[in-house]
């Protein structure tokens, strides 16, 4: 009887043994993917980060923490902000960063999306509101470009990289809409009237000009009049043409006739 309480004992303590095992082994192996790090702390103090691959750690007195490395976009909500040239506009943007260092993430700062977003919020009013409108319009290049090195520098103490900033949308008030409309319109009109004062000087040249050759050769004014009788005959395809009678061609026959007149008188 005791032989076999005691084999059922043994048993018992083995199977547990068995589980304490089989959970200490589970607790203390952690299998960590490519796209992510293990931060370490042992007894609070930072280890270090390690991944990927199988990890080993120490249940109960070691701490971790998983930190995800792949690149993370962030949407920047809507701010209102003024231009330097007193414009109230809405502007938003998207961020795109990854963590270099774990473990600067995570013991640098608390939560290192949400610090990111608050700080390109504050980055992006404060860029936006040394500006001018034009400027916000036609060098969105160089504006990105500014968020991007402002917000890379003041995240790189925890661990994180900046690789671009991109203005996303820009909303105009309606009456400023209204108002570069007009300007725009004022300004193609002013090139149309440039561009047609510019034809009818190289007209005037170009029939300056002309004017000069016929001169010194009679016979070309003669042979662009009969050009022009015949296209007004064949572009109207009537079956009367009017053409203009130069008066000296009649003057010797109203001398010979007023001549006349006074004889018989």
């Known amino acids: 009887m005791f032989d076999i309480l005691d084999m059922l004992f043994s048993l018992g303590t083995s199977f547990g043994f068995i589980l304490i095992l089989v959970f200490f082994l589970s607790s203390a192996i952690k299998v960590i993917p490519e796209y992510q790090r293990l931060v370490v702390f042992r007894l609070g103090r930072l ?3 390690k991944g990927p691959g199988m990890v080993l750690v120490i249940p109960v007195i070691d701490r971790v923490v998983r930190v995800d490395m792949r690149v993370v976009t962030l949407d920047v909500p809507v701010q209102e902000v003024i231009t330097r040239d007193n414009v109230p506009i809405k502007v938003n943007a998207v961020v795109y960063f990854r963590v270099m260092d774990p473990s600067y993430s995570v013991v640098e700062v ?43 520098e003041r995240t790189d103490s925890w661990g994180i990289k900046v690789s671009a900033v991109e203005l996303k949308e820009l909303e105009l008030p309606e ?14 009109e002013r090139r149309a009237k440039i561009i047609n004062a510019e034809g009818e000087l190289q007209a005037a040249q170009k029939l300056s000009e002309a004017a000069l050759q016929m001169e010194t050769s009679p016979i070309t004014l003669q042979l662009r009049y009969l050009q022009t009788m015949r296209e007004v005959s064949v572009g109207e395809k009537a079956t009367t043409t009017i053409f203009p009678l130069p008066i000296d061609l009649l003057r010797p026959f109203m ?8 004889k018989d008188g």
């Open 47 to 49: 280890v270090g980060a």
């Open 110 to 152: 608390e939560n290192y999306v949400l610090a990111t977003s608050l700080l390109s919020q504050t980055t992006l009013r404060s860029v936006i509101g040394s500006v001018d409108l034009d400027e916000v319009l036609s060098s969105r290049e160089k504006i990105n470009n500014e968020l991007q090195k402002i917000i890379d």
């Open 175 to 188: 009456s400023m809409k209204r108002a570069m409309a007009k300007q725009a319109e004022a300004e193609r």
């Open 255 to 262: 001398d010979m006739y007023f001549s006349r007149e006074k």
